[in-house]
């Protein structure tokens, strides 16, 4: 009785497959919606016609035969895939057709799973007849065959035996009963022993499985027969595939896709080509799958522990302990938590994460780092060619690392929310709404929710529930002129379920934080920052009183600081909200205290106000007022708000965290430009004749020989006693080329190591990192799978380290104690494999690294890596070192060039590039903006337009918002002919341009001065 209803769900599809497949053609064709009938030649009378109903039948006709023949496409693909097992590619456009052809064929495949015979269908043969392998069960060797006993000893063995256990098994994506059983049972006929054993998953008969069930199989038993494996089976490589998910299908297991990879190696394509990536497989390629168990790992075989001993006690500076302490167990070598946290999954906090800058301060951490941002844009308009911006005192790193950390997953969605409501207030506008009486925003992933203070019809695009209206965020939002609605809108804290609530301010208008007095003192302090720092409220000034002094520094023009006994702006506030009366506000006021006391005055101003009032007053302690709204620090750490039915885990700043932040921030503003700084050793040779951008250093460049004649990198480093030249320290509109020619002893390999990195068969490791980082290695890809974003970073951070760098330096950046450090270590020597060119690996063992053999410290550094950052500094100097002879190597470097450097990073990784002393992302932005201006610079005095289009368009790309390019841009503009455009452009990108928030600033003197040589008069 359980299977007629799959039988006639099964049925009815059947059947409506089969109406779409032949009735509607047959239908259309009876009605005579036949377009290729129609004699065209008479359609544009039939135009000009009366409409007779002629035309719409032949339109009629042109759709629905179009819609036949695309469904009839997704109908037979469906078939195909359930056939095979697998799923059908989805494609655009027909997306839908493709789900509903997709439900139609699951339906009617179950007429045909059900419809069996009971007899056949419950009477097959017993579990233990066969011996097969399910999933996670791989026996070593089956025995040897055996002699065939006679019937009835036959029977009598059987009923003797104990019966096995079944084995589980966890359905993947894919997965069919059939399939399961033809895989696992040797037969697809036995899926029926699989639903005798999970009745419970079944109970109206077998059907199409989701993933992650876990399904009792029959217990494997011994075969009578020698189980020979058959030959390697061929896969035929689909769209989207990749040899991960090949390997998890075919294999069930994802870690043996490495055995594919070599099975597949010497395989001819269709094609032509062959397999040499695991990272690169391509449609119509066909696999080698291996047909058999995988070889069993001897203990250890996975991870090998580095033969050499913890390296020698070395005498560093004492550190700062963290601001926070690890917040999980530091993982052992071989555990399940290693992998994890190397694919950034892991719980784990780093050391350096301010608490008061993450969870429920992440708001204010995405604001503090869009500041920061916009703040290094600014100054970077200052910027001479060969400089760089100062970075922040090391002291300061770990609020910078704090704000970076909040940029991936919570600055998209600051920049989202603030957008949205700037959209929504000029929606309500346009329609004559008024704003709502917001009281809180919560913000999800890509929902955010308004919760009002009274019910009101949502605008269109919202979806009303009471009170409260959501929207859901799909795709970015385009910027907006419009004013920010609410500019006191400040996070409070964090739910249970990870959700950012954010709180108006200005509509409770008296608030009063009471409770424990350390966390209500920090709440006050982070509500302060976020006012001062947050994208919506340019508008707000912000007042404290007697608390939060260690935020002046945040914005000295918004954010004022009184002593408990300045009180006289709290009179002038009153007055202001008189004489405002009943008119919008033009700017909006928040004031912070640590008491009541002279404050009584404007909190009954602010309460007696039933129009919007434009400010809104928050104490610390003190006495309870009628209106105000309370928030309470738990001593739990709970932050309730019982008017608002809110327990939320509280957001704040200590008092360390509040200096620190206001320093960094008026660092970044003050910020000043400086040479590149100097490379961390003079091994190899070039690196000893220039910084860290790849220009040559003032020792090479003051040493200006007769055109032609050749120095020795020991004769640049040490050049006889010269005069100074007077302007040596006076900012030089345009970089002077050294006019010497460089000894090749400096570089005797740039050409070989150029060569290779462009040829597609170089079996060296490469390191892209002048664009999205990325990396090719020719070792061992299992030893990196799905984790490979971190053993890339990890990877960088040696080749950005050439002098080496120990166990304890690793640890510390990556935020890993020093077992871990050994474990990724040798995951990246196993992936980057041994050199060819000297038979030892590419990253060798730390007691035998150069380093160590030079300087008695055992230090991990890798050989023979080509990394495209290096090559870009290697032929930058060579560049320069032969002077208008050079700009060939110029070309050659920013061909290298593939977009901003360092882009695309892993989430939560690559905190070390803010180290005082890296900071490689915005020296290498700088220094291609630096070559493609000397590349503009003579390919415009040449004529050769193209030449420099392609090199400003390098430079754009790398770094959007330096100031060099784009008035180069502006010069080529102009010299193709375009001045129109080229003004319409400096109007906007340079004249008008603003970093953050605020007006534009008075051009740079550089600028104007290039300005005036390059491009014509406005």
């Keep these: 009785m359980t299977r007629i209803n799959p039988r006639i769900r099964g049925l009815a599809a059947f059947v409506l497959i089969l109406v779409v497949l032949i009735g509607t053609p047959m239908l259309l064709i009876f009605i005579g919606a036949t377009p290729w009938n129609v004699d065209w030649s008479q359609l544009r009378m039939l135009l000009l016609s009366p409409d007779d109903g002629t035309v719409a039948l032949i339109l009629i006709g042109i759709v629905a035969w179009l819609a036949w023949a695309v469904m009839t496409f997704c109908l037979i693909s469906e078939v195909i895939a359930t056939v095979r097992g697998v799923r059908a590619p989805r494609l655009p456009v027909i997306g839908t057709g493709q789900h509903l052809a997709a439900q139609l064929v699951a339906a009617a495949a179950l007429l045909f799973t059900v419809a069996q015979p009971l007899a056949i269908t419950f009477a097959a043969v017993p579990a233990h007849a066969q011996d097969q392998t399910p999933h996670d069960v791989r026996p070593a060797q089956a025995p040897a065959a055996q002699s065939v006993p006679s019937a009835e000893t036959s029977r009598t063995v059987v009923a003797e035996q ?95 896709y490495g055995e594919i990879f070599d099975a597949s190696r010497t395989t001819t394509q269709p094609d032509g080509a062959r397999l040499t990536d695991p990272d690169l497989i391509r449609p119509g390629w066909e696999l080698d799958i291996p047909n058999g168990t995988a070889p069993e790992a001897s203990p250890g075989q996975e991870i090998e522990p580095p033969a050499i001993p913890e390296e020698p006690p070395v005498v560093e500076p004492p550190t700062v302990e963290p601001t926070q302490p690890e917040a999980s167990a530091e993982p052992q070598p071989n555990s399940d938590d290693t992998h994890a946290a190397a694919d950034g999954t892991a719980s784990e906090t780093p050391g350096w994460l301010l608490p008061g800058l993450a969870g429920a301060g992440s708001v204010l951490a995405g604001s503090l780092f869009l500041v920061l941002r916009g703040h290094r844009r600014r100054q970077m308009r200052y910027r001479y060619p060969g400089e760089v911006l100062e970075a922040p005192p090391q ?197 912070v205290t640590v008491s009541a006391v002279g404050a009584d005055q404007l909190a009954q101003s602010i309460a007696a106000r039933h129009d919007r009032v434009g400010a809104a007053l928050v104490t610390v302690g003190g006495h309870e007022r009628a209106h105000d709204i309370a928030f309470h620090l738990s001593d739990g750490g709970r932050l309730l708000i019982p008017d608002l039915d809110l327990n939320l885990s509280p957001a704040g700043l200590t008092e360390a965290e509040a200096t620190a932040t206001a320093e960094l921030v008026s660092a970044t503003r003050d910020a000043v430009t400086v040479p590149s700084p100097p490379n961390r050793t003079s091994e190899p040779a070039w690196r000893s004749a220039t910084d860290r951008s790849g220009s040559l250093t003032m020792v090479c460049a003051d040493a200006f020989p007769d055109p032609g004649e050749a120095r020795t990198v020991e004769e640049l480093v040490s050049p006889p006693a010269a005069a100074v030249d007077e302007e040596v320290n006076e900012p030089n509109p345009d970089p002077i080329a050294p006019t010497m020619t460089i000894a090749e002893p400096l570089d005797p390999e740039l050409d070989a190591d150029v060569k290779a990195w462009f040829d597609d068969d170089c079996r060296l490791p490469r390191l892209h990192l002048l664009g999205p980082v990325r990396a090719q290695a020719h070792g061992d890809p299992a030893a990196v799978s799905r984790r490979k974003p971190h053993y890339v970073e990890m990877l960088a951070f040696l080749a950005l380290h050439p002098e080496g760098v120990t166990t304890k330096q690793i640890a510390e950046a990556f935020s890993v104690n020093k077992d871990r450090v050994r474990v990724d270590i040798t995951m990246v020597r196993k992936w980057l494999g041994r050199n060819e060119r000297t038979g030892q690996p590419h990253l060798p063992a730390a007691a035998q690294s150069r380093a160590a053999g030079e300087a008695g410290v055992w230090t991990y550094q890798v050989d023979d890596v080509l990394v495209d950052a290096d090559l870009f500094r290697r032929l930058r100097a060579r560049g320069q070192s032969r002077g208008i002879d050079g700009h060939d190597d110029f070309d050659t470097a920013l061909r290298l060039v593939g977009g901003a450097p360092f882009s695309d990073l892993r989430e939560s990784g690559w905190s070390w590039l803010l180290d005082s002393d890296s900071r490689d992302d915005e020296i290498l932005a700088c220094a291609i903006v630096d070559v493609a201006h000397d590349v503009v610079t003579a390919a415009l005095a040449d004529g050769d337009l193209d030449r420099a289009l392609h090199a400003v368009e390098t430079a754009r790309i790398a770094a959007p918002y330096d100031e060099v390019a784009r008035v180069d841009l502006a010069a080529v503009l102009v010299a193709q002919g375009h001045e129109d455009a080229a003004r319409e452009f400096l109007t906007n990108a340079v004249h008008n341009r603003t970093d953050d928030h605020l007006g534009p600033i008075d051009l740079p003197a550089r600028t104007v001065a290039q300005l005036r040589r390059s491009t014509p008069p406005d």
């Design 162 to 256: 104990v019966e096995p256990a079944p084995v589980s098994y966890t359905t993947r994506p894919h997965d069919s009963l059939w399939k399961i059983a033809e895989t696992h049972l040797g037969d697809g006929a036995r899926f029926s022993e699989i639903v005798a054993l999970n009745p419970g998953q079944f109970p109206n008969g077998p059907k199409f499985l989701a993933t992650s069930v876990v399904l009792q199989l029959p217990a494997p038993t011994t075969d009578p027969v020698d189980p020979t494996p058959d030959a390697d089976a061929r896969y035929v490589v689909e769209e989207g595939d990749t040899l991960w998910d090949i390997a998890d299908e075919e294999l069930g297991d994802p870690m043996r």
């Design 395 to 591: 002291e300061l790193a770990d609020v910078e690392k704090s704000a970076r950390h909040a940029e991936s997953a919570t600055v998209p969605r600051i920049e989202d929310l603030d957008r949205l409501l700037r959209h929504f207030a000029e929606g309500l506008e346009l329609t004559g709404q008024p704003l709502p009486r917001l009281q809180t925003v919560e913000m999800a992933s890509d929902l955010v929710t308004l919760h009002l203070a009274e019910e009101a019809p949502a605008p269109p695009g919202w979806t009303e529930h009471g009170s409260s209206w959501s929207f859901t965020i799909e795709q970015r939002l385009p910027e907006s002129d419009r004013p920010a609605p609410f500019p006191l809108l400040a996070a409070v804290g964090q739910t249970s379920s990870g959700h950012l609530v954010l709180t108006n301010l200005e509509e409770f208008g008296c608030v009063r934080i009471a409770g424990d007095d350390t966390a209500a003192k920090a709440l006050a302090r982070s509500i302060t920052a976020e006012l001062t720092l947050s994208p919506w409220s340019v508008l707000a000034d912000i007042d404290t009183i007697g608390i939060a002094d260690e935020l002046a520094d945040l914005d000295p023009v918004r954010l004022h600081h009184h002593t408990s006994d300045d009180t006289a702006f709290l009179t002038q506030m009153v007055e202001e909200l008189v004489q405002q009366g009943d008119r919008e506000p033009e700017t909006f006021h928040a004031v």
